[in-house]
């Protein structure tokens, strides 16, 4: 029986590198890696501003912070930037994204977010580890970079493709309901380590690429994203086990940034937005 499930999680993986195959017209901006996408624009858009609405209701919006200008031009900056990259590469129309920010009281929460539709979170957290306009420029780069590249579409649609099959290979293999919820179990583990963790670190790897270039056009110093990552290191801890996490370890993250940086200065452009 073991023998036979493991068979059937390794035809899940066949189903998706086939899946990715069959998909291959869809590709990321910059990247250009082939991609899958299961759930249509319009359903994440609904799914977004629902989330979007319900995180604002929840929340304590600062209508005015220190930080208000600098964010005004770094969201304008990188908007312009990202709806240009659409335009060149992407396969969603610019006027899909609703480029907008809302700045989020939460001292202890180091973090920012943009959902695949272009609204954005920014918590006051992350404004120590960020330090400065080119620092918020880096984490902001790197949510705008998620959404441009369709990583809340590819995901969701992943994850509902994984619960699918995995309804379908233990169904298929156990002969009692306690037997199925136990088989179940074990799959749900295997597929978020064998699967779904190393999928999402791709796409953290991938942000980060894209995220530079979207900050050097915009005319931020690409370089300063070492540093930034360094800060949020030691704030947040390193993990070696990044097998286990759905984002790389620290580290592992700042060697890619420094291969990823000579592409990044080519397009450092400084000049194109002095007054």
């Not at 990247?31 to 299961?38: C, D, I, N």
């Not at 770094?74 to 907008?100: C, F, H, M, P």
């Not at 959902?115 to 080119?134: D, R, S």
Request: proline share 4%; hydrophobic share 40%.
């Amino acid at each position: 029986m073991k023998s036979r499930f493991i068979q059937g999680l390794t035809l899940v993986s066949f189903l998706f590198g086939f899946m990715s195959v069959i998909s291959g017209c869809s590709t990321v901006p910059i990247t250009g890696r082939s991609q899958v996408k299961l759930v249509s624009s319009t359903e994440m858009d609904k799914m977004s501003f629902a989330a979007y609405e319900e995180i604002l209701l929840t929340s304590n919006v600062l209508t005015k912070h220190e930080y208000s200008d600098e964010l005004d031009r770094i969201v304008y900056r990188l908007s312009t930037v990202a709806n240009e990259i659409i335009a060149e590469q992407g396969d969603l129309d610019v006027s899909y994204y609703k480029w907008d920010y809302r700045i989020l009281k939460a001292d202890d929460y180091a973090n920012a977010v943009c959902f695949p539709n272009g609204k954005m979170l920014v918590y006051t957290g992350i404004l120590p580890i960020a330090q400065n306009e080119t620092g918020l420029a880096v984490i902001m780069g790197h949510e705008v970079s998620h959404a441009i590249a369709n990583h809340g579409r590819e995901q969701v649609g992943r994850q509902g493709l994984t619960e699918f099959f995995g309804n379908v290979v233990t169904g298929a293999l156990a002969e009692t309901e306690a037997e199925r919820q136990r088989m179940m179990k074990t799959y749900d583990a295997l597929a978020q380590v064998g699967l779904l963790l190393p999928y999402s670190r791709v796409q953290e790897y991938e942000a980060d690429r894209i995220g530079l270039i979207l900050m050097a056009r915009a005319g931020y110093d690409p370089r300063e994203a070492i540093p930034f990552w360094e800060r949020m290191m030691y704030k947040m801890g390193d993990n070696p086990y990044d097998f286990l996490s759905t984002h790389p370890a620290s580290t592992k993250r700042i060697e890619q940034l420094q291969q990823f940086m000579p592409e990044a200065m080519e397009n450092y452009n400084p000049d194109r937005w002095k007054k």
